[in-house]
């Protein structure tokens, strides 16, 4: 997982070099940096009597006894364990930190392991520093210092008392109700047990062939949020925005019936629909699940509504709103679209297929696969390349992709890194040729005047058979008429009725695949020109494997391999791809501009030939200084300064106007402001000022290069 995922280091030392491998069952101090994994781990098992626990909490000594479970405190006493607390995550935010509490943590660790004296350690420690953040400022050096002086400080002893020797968990038989899958292979893989699970519970589970259930994240309730948006409804203007940006999926709109609310929680707060139609009135709800959130706060950064109706609140101020959530999702159904869906405010009264996925909070990357899903999820097949956008979307237990309350969603399939798009190709053409299986038979049927009482369904399905809109309609009626038929062709047309439905085949990936390793294939299945979408997350580095650089990087930022800078320009994909004349090709930005981007997506999955859409995604290991929460704002701002630019290039309007519409208004903003924004930018003016300013120059030069190209292809 990319965020709240579990990371377990083991730390050995001694007076003489360790030189053997191996993993610590027996250790005499444990610390845990999050305090939602109390709930979902074992966190003490293996800590000796007498050892030492320190747990990065906002409980408080009170709060401790009503919340730690029974069996960590019966554990704690029994086993004589020196108890410490300490609130990282408030000196983190008071020093400026974020959520970054590493320095934090580490100070408190060699306070009490006691393996080196203090001062020592804190001399070591705060050299580390100068040495892993000095090119990123005084600023910054100065920020850890004082979270190393604060992690000394701040710890917290706390009395066990012998109370704790008889604790027990009021609910530790309460069955909770969870699909078998879940609870057999699921539960034990997230409580990092599932080398103990035998052959035997995948065969029981019907998955030895490595298929497995989808939306298995909606289980998981991590709670490691320590802020959630808190909805103000009087302030809400019931625009969507904040769904429409959410990278988990976590604060959707839902429309109810009064019926529908006669059961709802005290909780669940509601507003009069407005700018809606439907056959009844509805009430307007913007749902949010603080059991899913990251807490990014992209939503309430986004939320235009004047005094704000989103506000971030703690936790645990927000625990009312997992009843009202869990009504909202379990007895508020999907209600027929009373806005056209390929806007901004009407796509997100479709439901997403895919949420709670194990993204970082505030990626730049799942706002658009979320979108897609929206869009197209109930008959999409994906495959997608190996790199964050798998990892994110199905960490074996963790699948985000999910179905529908009809039981539609996307099929998901992660290839490797360099044949994704041809394994995204082959997909293609096994259903095509199914289905052109299916038009030859309908077409020998009404030739032969078989099953007339179809025939109205077969022209239809058969003059529509390549329309994506309204093709489920069509598959269920033709289905239904030939149901009614006893000749054998109709039994034939039956037999693949599983692919009546025009299938809306994507292949997802970052640049390191498309730009990179992958794109020897991409070109080959863009060249084929079949009905194939692209949809390419450009974060500019390898984001999944350290953040290497790419040909997507542009020149002068920071990456492995690129330690002073990328000499080289970044690589102009779209424009290699428009060459050949027939590809659907598109660049966007979403928080840059929203509907530019719906868009672009709808009018690429409509054209019948192979799409790109390249997308721009902010990622954590840019580093930007405003912090991942508000990255639709970093886009916008990319756009603004000509660091990135928006177009479609439609081959479908040849003929009747120029295929080429750059969407991107003249820049106006200062570019150079926008890459000292962030630190993969900054560092190279503090470690080489003199070169960095001639890149700096060069990849300005660059994007003012690429931007009158587009500008020439846009006249008429």
């Not at 934090?104 to 100068?130: G, H």
């Not at 390929?342 to 997100?348: H, I, R």
């Not at 969603?409 to 299986?437: C, H, Q």
């Not at 991409?522 to 079949?530: C, K, R, T």
């Amino acid at each position: 997982r990319k965020s709240g995922g579990i990371t377990i280091s083991h730390l050995r030392f001694g007076k003489n070099p360790i030189k053997s491998h191996y993993e610590i069952d027996k250790a005499d101090f444990v610390a845990c940096h999050n305090q939602s994994y109390v709930y979902s781990y074992n966190v003490l098992e293996g800590l000796r009597k007498n050892g030492v626990f320190v747990l990065n909490t906002i409980w408080n000594q009170d709060e401790l006894e009503e919340k730690l479970p029974g069996k960590m405190k019966k554990y704690i006493a029994e086993n004589n364990i020196n108890f410490y607390t300490i609130n990282a995550v408030k000196i983190a935010q008071e020093i400026g930190l974020g959520g970054r509490i590493n320095m934090i943590m580490q100070a408190a660790f060699f306070k009490l392991a006691n393996i080196i004296p203090v001062d020592e350690a804190i001399k070591y420690l705060k050299e580390a520093v100068v040495t892993s953040y000095g090119k990123k400022g005084e600023k910054v050096v100065n920020m850890n210092y004082a979270a190393i002086d604060k992690g000394l400080d701040s710890v917290v002893k706390i009395d066990v008392p012998d109370s704790w020797k008889n604790a027990s968990d009021n609910n530790i038989n309460e069955e909770v109700s969870v699909p078998d899958f879940v609870r057999n292979i699921c539960i034990p893989i997230n409580k990092l047990e599932g080398n103990n699970l035998p052959v035997s519970a995948f065969v029981n589970n019907n998955i030895e062939d490595g298929t497995f259930m989808h939306g298995t994240t909606k289980y998981e309730k991590r709670g490691i949020a320590v802020n959630v948006p808190e909805w103000i409804p009087e302030n809400c203007i019931q625009c969507n925005q904040c769904s429409y940006v959410c990278p988990h999926a976590c604060i959707r709109p839902f429309l109810s019936t009064e019926e529908e609310l006669k059961n709802a929680p005290a909780s669940f707060k509601k507003l009069e629909a407005k700018g809606v139609k439907g056959e009844v009135s509805y009430y307007y709800t913007i749902g949010v699940t603080p059991l899913d959130c990251t807490g990014c706060s992209n939503c309430a950064e986004v939320c235009p509504a004047p005094g704000k109706a989103l506000i971030m609140k703690p936790f645990d101020s927000q625990q009312d709103q997992i009843d009202a959530w869990d009504f909202a999702v379990e007895d508020i159904k999907n209600k027929k679209n009373p806005m056209n869906k390929n806007t901004v405010k009407g796509s997100q009264f479709e439901q997403p297929l895919l949420e709670f996925s194990g993204a970082c909070a505030g990626c730049g990357e799942t706002p658009y696969a979320k979108l897609v899903t929206q869009l197209f999820g109930d008959r999409m097949v994906i495959a997608n390349a190996t790199g964050c956008s798998s990892i994110w979307a199905s960490s074996g237990a963790a699948t985000a992709y999910t179905k529908n309350q009809e039981g539609h969603g996307p099929a998901w399939a992660n290839s490797l890194f360099e044949d994704n798009a041809e394994y995204g190709l082959g997909m293609f053409m096994g259903v095509k040729t199914i289905r052109e299986r299916i038009a030859s038979n309908i077409r020998k049927a009404l030739n032969e005047g078989s099953c007339s009482s179809a025939k109205e369904a077969m022209e239809e399905w058969l003059n529509n058979k390549d329309e994506g809109e309204g093709s489920r309609e069509r598959a269920e009626k033709l289905e239904c008429a030939l149901q009614g038929c006893n000749d054998e062709i109709a039994k034939d047309i039956l037999k693949d009725k599983e692919f009546f439905i025009k299938r809306s085949q994507w292949i997802f990936g970052g640049d390191g695949w498309a730009y990179d390793i992958g794109y020897g294939g991409l070109d080959h299945v863009l060249a084929s020109n079949e009905d194939v979408n692209v949809l390419v997350f450009d974060t500019e580095i390898y984001s999944n494997t350290g953040g290497q650089a790419s040909k997507s990087t542009p020149t002068a930022a920071i990456a492995k391999f690129a330690a002073s800078g990328k000499r080289t320009k970044k690589k102009d994909l779209g424009m290699m791809a428009m060459s050949y004349g027939y590809v659907y090709v598109a660049q966007v930005s979403l928080g840059a501009d929203k509907n530019q981007t719906i868009k672009a997506i709808t009018e690429a999955e409509k054209y019948h030939g192979p799409s790109l859409i390249i997308a721009y995604a902010p990622c954590i290991s840019h580093g930007i200084k405003s912090g991942m929460s508000n990255t639709p704002d970093e886009q916008k701002k990319a756009v603004d300064c000509g660091y990135w630019n928006l177009y479609r290039y439609n081959p479908s309007l040849k003929g009747e106007k120029n295929p080429f519409t750059l969407d991107s208004k003249e820049p106006k903003a200062d570019f150079k402001d926008f890459l000292m924004g962030e630190v993969r930018y900054a560092a190279l003016a503090k470690v080489f000022p003199e070169l960095a300013e001639e890149l700096f120059d060069k990849t300005e030069k660059d994007a003012k290069e690429r931007l009158e190209n587009y500008k020439k292809l846009a006249q008429d």
